[in-house]
């Protein structure tokens, strides 16, 4: 589709760029549901950008672990790598890349550190949060779709890339699973938006959250054209990941009714 733009001669990457808007339009939101609790919106900025960071090195590093043969062989083989530069390459390749299941856990994992260590309210940022990441990822999952990345299996119903900038998705009749999974988290934030300003499931939006994403996304990689990502059993690394969410928040569910049992 359109990978990039140009502007005064420079190439800008339309995932950057719809990336970017996703990240404004979800720390406005974000910023904005907050104001109404706390009196400023300043530690929610706070707990965004540290755990920003943490999103950024899962993302990568989930991706590189994508890539673990080609570790494994560069380790063995260390001896034949010409120089620092030649280190850097093969480092950016391997873990160059992101993967959104990485950025998810990072992001979770660090704003909780974040959150428990200011004493915030755990389930209101958490509940935000569960609102803001598929408004994030609706824009995301749209830039992959114009760059041909995350690119669909052949089909007779969608798109021919011929400029994507994954090689392999070029030239070929793909189903637009990017546009698909973009419209269901569009449709999956306005609903868990429904649900927090009526203060429905109030303190369980994250968990309704990350269930219903991980059931979607769990079908969505049968879609999926790109089978570079890794498989297992059979199974996509993502759909393993689906699984383990899916599974890691109905035994949280479990535990939390039966200690609530053991308290009345």
């Known amino acids: 589709m359109y990978p990039y733009i140009e502007i005064f001669d420079k190439k800008i990457s339309c995932y950057g760029i719809m990336s970017t808007i996703g990240i404004f339009a979800a720390a406005v939101l974000a910023c904005y549901l907050i104001k109404k609790e706390e009196k400023d919106y300043y530690n929610m900025i706070v707990v965004l950008l540290i755990s920003s960071v943490g999103l950024l090195l899962f993302s990568h ?65 958490f509940d935000i949060f569960a609102v803001i990441i598929p408004l994030f990822h609706f824009f995301g999952r749209i830039g992959c779709f114009l760059v041909g990345c995350c690119y669909g299996i052949e089909s007779k119903i969608g798109f021919t890339y011929h400029r994507s900038l994954v090689e392999s998705a070029n030239h070929v009749h793909r189903f637009p699973i990017q546009l698909v999974e973009a419209g269901f988290n569009l449709i999956l934030f306005f609903v868990l938006y429904k649900f927090y300003k009526k203060e429905k499931y109030k303190g369980k939006l994250i968990y309704i959250y990350l269930m219903s994403y991980a059931v979607a ?24 990941i689906s699984i383990l969410i899916f599974v890691t928040v109905v035994i949280i569910h479990i535990f939390k009714r039966i200690k609530k049992k053991k308290r009345s």
Do not use: M, P
């Open 61 to 125: 590093l989930l991706y590189g672990l994508t890539n673990i043969d080609i570790l494994v062989r560069v380790v063995r083989h260390f001896d034949k790598v010409k120089g620092f530069s030649d280190f850097v390459s093969i480092f950016s390749y391997i873990f160059g890349g992101s993967v959104f299941y990485g950025g998810l856990i990072g992001f979770l994992l660090t704003a909780y550190i974040c959150v428990k260590k200011k004493k915030l309210n755990k389930k209101k940022y």
């Open 217 to 240: 996304r769990f079908i969505f990689e049968f879609f999926r054209g790109d089978d570079y990502r890794g498989f297992l059993f059979g199974l996509s690394t993502s759909q393993i």
